[in-house]
């Protein structure tokens, strides 16, 4: 039963998305416009072309990980919606206002959370208040969001919304309420230590 959910992404069922989420498309464009977002964000952090290609570099699974982020934050939107957690306007400016104090001002923030988390300067406070959501949630459940026990919360909501990866994204782990790349039999990886001779 699950096989053809899993493909179906990838013909008429679902055309041009990149993932489906409790019904709602995440289309192929939206990814790329976000994408894209995050490259001219490098772009303009790393002026040298040599640098910025260091940083490409070193972020070569950007659109994977960056649906992986956008299936999860509409899996927390869910799941705090459903447990009633609100997050206001004036919770998101409290926490970036403290946050920015800790990083030195507003572009030290901006930075931070490009370089480690891949999300660029006007993306910030949808993910603040994701952030606050989360703990928030957390809070409610009486743990962390490093425990078990939330991510087993966020697993239950995955499930009842139906997570639908197109296939060449790879596919849905519900239990582990992440993004999996597809097995490739026909594609050999190299590793360093394959890559050594003798």
């Not at 679902?14 to 894209?36: F, K, Q």
Request: charged share 25%; with cysteine; aromatic share 4%.
């Amino acid at each position: 039963m699950a096989a053809p959910l899993l493909t179906a992404c990838g013909n008429d069922a679902h055309p041009g998305a990149a993932a489906v989420v409790g019904g709602e498309r995440i289309t192929v464009s939206e990814l790329e416009n976000r994408v894209g977002e995050v490259r001219e964000a490098q772009r303009a952090a790393v002026p040298d072309a040599a640098q910025y290609a260091q940083v490409v570099a070193q972020t070569g699974t950007l659109t994977r990980d960056t649906l992986h982020g956008m299936v999860l934050d509409e899996v927390l939107d869910r799941a705090a919606e459903d447990a009633g957690i609100t997050v206001s306007r004036h919770d998101v400016q409290q926490a970036r206002a403290a946050l920015e104090q800790q990083w030195g001002g507003a572009r030290g923030l901006e930075t931070a959370w490009l370089q480690q988390y891949g999300i660029p300067p006007q993306r910030l406070d949808d993910n603040l208040r994701l952030q606050l959501q989360a703990q928030k949630l957390a809070s409610q459940l009486g743990t962390t969001t490093s425990d078990a026990a939330f991510w087993s919360a966020l697993s239950e909501t995955s499930k009842k919304l139906g997570v639908d990866l197109n296939p060449r994204y790879g596919s849905w782990d519900v239990k582990k309420v992440s993004r999996v790349d597809a097995k490739t039999p026909w594609v050999r990886e190299v590793t360093a230590a394959s890559t050594r001779t003798a």
